[in-house]
């Protein structure tokens, strides 16, 4: 009921609330109440996930939000029930194997490069598993003959190990919250945090919960794919007056599914890496279950089964069943193993198993310990066996259960995902400039740097795609954010201007309400010159924003002079002096006449792409190098987009436009080598390695701007991939 209040609170402030996580979904109660719009009946998800008479502990309730307005659902929450009983929860970072490397280094003493090179051979751990030294020892035979070979490596291994696990920093669980009946510190002594105003509980979220304090624990999780709804929602309303509810909404929508089964899934919750991309092509969805099936199996693992899943979809002649028992469990993934309740139907309908014993089950195989495995791996058959199965089938059906280890999706929880995955790509199909103004605005708040610029230039790449055009920022149109213009187009934001701050937004917008922006002095005499500075003043030139207003050279020259001019008419005018003549009148048509007399030469097609990639972060109305990327197109194996989804060591052929350069010498023999940044005509970034043999080579090639061929293999030792370099040529001697 608590939950039920503040979702019902947050949807009439116009907070998208999304339809939450976990096994939630699976309640009739939570559908009843309005907590969950998925209808478990429809989607067939076990009451039993959620609660049963066995489960030891309640279950939590997992809700998003919109990311941008999470904090006041938080707020409500907190005023409901009073600030001194609610509080959000502290959590506690730890040395984990890769940061007790590089923290153990730092105090040895040792150059940076020692304790990266090996931090960087240890794999990253998976979900909800935290990677250890000694599993990396074990697992990468490379770090194992460093550690065996190198003393230092030993010794930083050896302190490394003592350290991990340990207690590095606190700071604010990203979601928890905890309720009290009464005063808060009866139950938990409480902090302020470590950089801000909100109070914590100094007992993390295990001690706080049912099995500690025993506190009322709910998580508020803010979900940037919900604001990209809300948004939506906001502009359909103002720019078409229409009102979209999704709870009576069909998953039939024919127009929808048309979309997916392009793959054009920028944008689009859960669907956008490039091997889901892949995969979505393939499978050419026409069900929501096609799409719940799909979010549970694209995890390392159940990965395996997405080929065979996307055969059977398309020849119902190969659906087959483990046993006729689990027909009515696996209709709507055809016969496959998909989803953890899948797992314990099975073990309860062909084993025998009680929801106690299947929830021990779910924890071993997550867990995978040995000894718990071989347990539960002779329990399951035997008692497959006792409810008249063969010993054979009985090992099969085991070995099915094998690639859920610690992936495993719940059915709810797919379905929660794959209902908000529908909900984008509905709004994709049917509201492409809303959605897509909605997009580019939630990723101009997100991130910084490079990683926005790279998403926004994303984004604009899919706008052309779709015909949506997206205008340079203007300044008497433009507002802060992203803005639909005219009902088509999308009007780039102020914000995202590189120099342009708030407070210059703010003066600007502010001005602007009296009326549009004559001429450049009027822009210049009427802001706040404090706020709007000549830095400012300068970006929005070059960026284009000024461009109704003449030449941005000419503007660039008479800049100083107009706002020396206002100024000194500023000052006259607060000192009571006033002209005879009129002098307001004649000085700005002295200016325009002024700088139309100069005749300056303007800035070239070519200089004016490079000050967009300066000041808006990537090339938007064109590129200067796009007929050579064209070209690109017929010479690559691999789009850059695509190389995440490729296997360590796979050669590839790929291309595109040298952004950074960053040359090193080694510590070996001091011989240069370098790193490259090449990115496509999308925004799309990819690192190469260039050893010094091959630098040598082609070190006259690698100029920044230069469109270059790349051949080499693909090295995902590290988190993202690199492109090992072994040749290098231009894009004209490869057309020619």
């Not at 979900?127 to 230092?152: K, V």
């Not at 089938?393 to 085991?398: N, Q, R, S, T």
């Not at 064209?630 to 790929?654: C, F, M, P, R, Y």
């Amino acid at each position: 009921l608590i939950v039920a209040d503040f979702v019902a609170w947050a949807k009439g402030q116009g907070i998208t609330v999304g339809p939450g996580r976990g096994s939630n979904a699976g309640s009739i109660v939570s559908y009843a109440l309005g907590i969950s719009d998925v209808d478990p009946l429809f989607f067939k998800l076990p009451f039993e996930r959620f609660l049963n008479p066995m489960r030891p502990s309640p279950p939590d309730i997992d809700l998003d939000f919109a990311d941008n307005r999470r904090d006041e659902v938080i707020e409500y929450v907190t005023k409901k029930y009073g600030k001194d009983k609610v509080a959000q929860i502290i959590t506690f970072g730890t040395m984990e194997a890769r940061g007790s490397v590089r923290d153990t280094g730092r105090v040895m003493g040792l150059p940076y490069s020692v304790p990266d090179r090996i931090s960087k051979m240890i794999p990253p751990g998976w979900q909800g598993h935290a990677m250890t030294i000694d599993s990396a020892l074990s697992q990468n035979s490379e770090l194992r003959r460093a550690y065996e070979t190198e003393d230092e490596t030993k010794k930083l291994l050896d302190l490394a190990r003592k350290i991990e696990g340990v207690v590095r920093h606190a700071s604010v669980h990203a979601a928890g919250v905890v309720i009290a009946d009464k005063d808060i510190t009866e139950y938990t002594p409480l902090q302020r945090e470590t950089n801000g105003n909100k109070i914590v509980t100094q007992y993390d979220m295990y001690t706080i919960g049912e099995d500690g304090v025993g506190l009322l624990k709910i998580d508020f999780l803010g979900l940037r794919n919900l604001t990209i709804i809300q948004e939506s929602l906001r502009f359909i309303k103002e720019n078409q007056g229409k009102t979209i509810d999704f709870s009576k909404l069909s998953f039939d929508d024919v127009k929808t599914y048309k979309l997916l089964a392009s793959g054009e899934t920028t944008g689009i919750f859960q669907l956008e890496s490039a091997g889901m991309r892949r995969y979505i092509k393939e499978l050419k969805p026409t069900t929501i279950f096609d799409l719940q099936a799909m979010v549970a199996l694209y995890r390392p693992g159940p990965m395996a089964n997405i080929p065979e899943f996307v055969a059977r979809k398309h020849n119902p002649k190969l659906i087959t069943y483990p046993d006729p028992r689990l027909e009515d469990t696996l209709k709507e993934s055809y016969g496959i193993i998909t989803f953890q309740d899948d797992l314990l139907l099975t073990a309860i309908q062909v084993a025998g198993y009680s929801w106690l014993e299947a929830d021990k089950l779910r924890k071993a195989v997550g867990k995978k310990i040995p000894s718990e495995m071989k347990k539960q791996h002779d329990k399951f058959v035997q008692g497959a066996t006792t409810n008249g199965m063969t010993k054979e089938k009985a090992e099969k059906l085991w070995i099915l259960f094998e690639p859920f280890a610690g992936y495993g999706f719940g059915k709810a929880h797919a379905a929660c995902y794959a209902t908000i995955a529908f909900r984008t790509a509905y709004l994709k199909a049917h509201f492409a400039v809303e959605f897509m103004t909605a997009l580019l605005t939630a990723e101009s708040r997100g991130t910084t740097g490079p990683v926005k610029n790279e998403k926004i230039a994303q984004a604009v790449a899919e706008c052309k795609r779709l015909d949506v055009p997206v205008l340079p920022p203007d300044i008497n149109t433009s507002g802060s954010e992203f803005t639909i213009e005219k009902n088509t187009s999308i009007r780039f934001g102020l914000s995202a201007i590189k120099n342009v701050g708030d407070a210059a937004i703010s003066t600007i917008l502010q001005c602007r309400e009296e009326g549009s922006f004559q001429s450049f002095e009027d822009f210049c005499s009427r802001v706040d010159l404090g706020a709007v500075n000549k830095k400012t003043i300068e970006s929005l030139i070059k960026a284009g924003a000024m461009d109704r207003f003449g030449k941005r050279a000419t503007l660039l020259i008479t800049y100083p002079e107009i706002v020396e001019r206002v100024n000194r008419k500023r000052k006259q005018k607060d000192g009571g002096q006033t002209s005879l003549f009129g002098e307001e009148d004649t000085s700005q048509a002295s200016i325009k006449s002024g700088a139309d007399e100069m005749n300056v030469e303007d800035f070239t097609p070519v200089e004016k792409l490079g000050f967009e990639k300066e000041f808006l972060g990537f090339y938007l109305t064109s590129h200067p190098q796009m007929d050579n990327l064209v070209l690109l197109k017929n010479i690559i194996s691999h789009e850059i987009g695509l190389l995440a989804e490729e296997k360590d060591g796979t050669q590839v052929t790929v291309g595109g436009i040298i952004e950074q350069t960053k040359k090193i010498f080694t510590k070996k023999n001091g011989s240069e080598m370098a790193f490259l940044t090449i990115g496509d005509e999308k925004g799309i970034i990819i690192e190469c390695v260039i050893f010094p043999r091959v630098y040598d080579q082609y070190r006259h090639l690698l100029l920044k701007d230069q469109v270059v061929v790349i051949e080499g293999r693909i090295d995902s030792k590290n988190d993202k991939p690199v492109v090992i370099a072994e040749k290098i040529s231009t894009v004209e001697n490869q057309a020619s």
